[in-house]
């Protein structure tokens, strides 16, 4: 075991405990969440769940006014009520209400769009922020990102860290940046931290960095930019949970978490709920501490959902497209 000594902001340092991770033992685990089979009623909920803690994504250089207002219109209603009362007529049951998504995430010259077609609708605007996704500016320009993101409405901010002085192992640096940030963000909007672990390598540096972000102030702490391979996966995110639930244990404040990149299936987003409910419990799952940045799942997880109560399977072209 290592200690990682790092200055805090008021003065004084602290010392974060870098313990090892069993590689084995974490492939092992994960492996096992894969294995579950939900069904029935059960299936429904964690659908239903799922699609609550989605964070609908575009971050192109080709984006628009109206790539945003139809990003905005479906997560505010995911599916077209001419559907949902199609399925009623044919199956002579009741649907649930379908829910909203948890977010809408953008560059931040598309912010004022999200807040203007959102409008009063309680779905975050989640902007990535700090030079994403490679974070390779100064920090004085990060600030001022994240700081006019602010101004434009964004209730969430997804910020990357540095991955070039995490792996030089230039930890004060990243730390820094992150408290700085998050005195910016402090009463204004949420922070999300993205570590980008396709590029950390190994899981001790995704534990390091996930307990540094954590003690620096982060609300959520994220996998990937999505713009990396690989993105997501079920270890990483095992391993980034433990070192949440290690936080809580010494802080007993909750940290949110959010994979993102690569998670493509309603299948593989009940696998990872099972791991939240059977690593963290109850209290994490909801969309205000577990969320999933990937666009692509949200028509796979309407498609099961009309399969659970028409007994056929729909097309994506069923749904609209993001």
């Known amino acids: 075991m290592a200690n990682i000594s790092l200055k805090m902001p008021g003065g004084g340092r602290f010392v974060i405990s870098h313990y090892p991770v069993d590689a084995i033992g974490i492939e092992e685990r994960a492996a096992s969440f894969t294995k579950r ?165 190994t899981y001790d540096n995704v534990r390091l960095a996930s307990m540094m972000s954590m003690y620096a102030g982060a609300d959520f702490i994220k996998t990937s930019t999505g713009k990396v391979t690989p993105g997501a996966t079920i270890p990483v995110t095992l391993v980034m949970l433990q070192a949440i639930q290690d936080y809580y244990d010494e802080t007993n404040i909750q940290i949110g978490m959010k994979p993102a990149g690569g998670i493509r299936t309603a299948k593989q987003a009940i696998h990872y709920l099972c791991m939240v409910n059977e690593v963290m419990g109850a209290d994490w799952m909801n969309p205000d501490m577990f969320r999933f940045g990937a666009s692509a799942i949200v028509n796979d997880i309407l498609k099961q959902i009309f399969k659970q109560y028409s007994g056929k399977y729909y097309y994506s072209y069923d749904f609209a497209i993001d």
Not at 85 to 102: D, F, G, L, Q, W
Not at 147 to 167: N, P, Y
């Open 37 to 201: 089979s939900i069904k029935g009623e059960s299936k429904l909920d964690l659908l239903y769940l799922a699609l609550s803690m989605c964070d609908l994504t575009t971050l192109e250089g080709a984006d628009t006014e109206g790539k945003i207002r139809q990003l905005c219109a479906k997560a505010i209603h995911p599916v077209s009520p001419f559907a949902v009362s199609e399925i009623e007529k044919i199956t002579n049951k009741k649907m649930r209400p379908i829910p909203s998504v948890a977010a809408v995430c953008v560059y931040q010259n598309m912010v004022p769009y999200a807040k203007k077609y959102l409008g009063d609708s309680e779905i975050n605007i989640a902007a990535v922020s700090t030079a994403f996704p490679a974070s390779a500016v100064s920090t004085d320009i990060k600030l001022r990102d994240v700081k006019k993101c602010i101004e434009l409405g964004a209730t969430e901010i997804d910020m990357v860290i540095d991955r070039g002085a995490f792996l030089s192992g230039k930890y004060q640096k990243v730390f820094d940046e992150i408290v700085a940030v998050k005195d910016i963000c402090a009463g204004k909007a949420h922070l999300k931290v993205i570590l980008e672990t396709g590029e950390l390598v």
